[in-house]
Every structure is written in structure tokens, then in C-alpha cells.
């Protein structure tokens, strides 16, 4: 499956962005969803995953409250709203496809089935 990542941008302390996240190729319902950021200097790290239904979801502790990630399957689409962002959330941030049964699975970037390009964030303060 073939992923796009848009709507990153720069935004002040805050602020509230959303990405968006386009596939196209496979069955989308057909995979869980993830996304990921890498901050300038540091490892990629997760974000969040949603199952492919979209009605169990998971956050690292960093962005729980303030994130929510959501999929439109009809849209072939996933989303991340991003609220209350912070100049630690700034990072390109990926969108990632799975095909496990195991929501706990998604956290982990080395397992992902594939990947979209990037989409930067900057938060400042």
C-alpha cells in the first residue's frame, strides 16, 4: 500500500494541526494504522495506532489527551488531530500500515509493513 502524509506546518505553542494520511493500492480496512514522528537529532518514535475498524485506538504517554487518531476507510484515509501542541512535539511525522492483529504491535516502527513520506512539524514557542 502506498502512503502520503499532508498537513504539516509551522504553528505556535498551542496551536491545534491536523494530518492527514492517504493510501491507495491495497485494501486499506485491511490494515492497522499507526503514526509515528522522528524529532530532529532522536530515534523515530510512536504516536498512535488505530485498528481497522477504527474503534480501539492507542497513544504514547507524551501525546494522550492532546492527540487523536482517526480513519475514514470509505476515504481510504487516517487521520491525526493534533491539539494543545507543544515545541517537544516538533518532528516529521510518518504514517505507518500493518497487517497485525495486535493493536500493542503498532508501537514498534522496526514491524511496520510500510511507510509514507514525511510531513513536518514545527511548533514554536
Known amino acids: 500500500v502506498q502512503l502520503q502524509a499532508f498537513g504539516g506546518g509551522l504553528v505556535q505553542s498551542g496551536a491545534a494541526l491536523r494530518l492527514s494520511c492517504a493510501a491507495s493500492?491495497?485494501?486499506?480496512?485491511?490494515?492497522?494504522m499507526g503514526w509515528f514522528r522522528q524529532p530532529p537529532g532522536k530515534e523515530r518514535q510512536f504516536v498512535a495506532a488505530?485498528?481497522?475498524?477504527?474503534?480501539?485506538?492507542t497513544y504514547a504517554d507524551s501525546v494522550k489527551g492532546r492527540f487523536t487518531i482517526s480513519r475514514e476507510n470509505g476515504k481510504n484515509t487516517v487521520y491525526l488531530q493534533m491539539n494543545s501542541l507543544k515545541p517537544e512535539d516538533t518532528a516529521v511525522y510518518y504514517c505507518?500500515?500493518?497487517?497485525?492483529?495486535?493493536?500493542?504491535?503498532?508501537?514498534?516502527?522496526?514491524?511496520?509493513?510500510?511507510w509514507g513520506k514525511g510531513t513536518l512539524v514545527t511548533v514554536s514557542s
Open positions: 505507518a500500515a500493518d497487517g497485525t492483529l495486535v493493536i500493542e504491535a503498532m508501537k514498534n516502527p522496526d514491524d511496520m509493513d510500510f
Open positions: 493500492g491495497r485494501t486499506f480496512n485491511g490494515y492497522m
Open positions: 488505530v485498528t481497522r475498524t477504527g474503534l480501539v485506538t
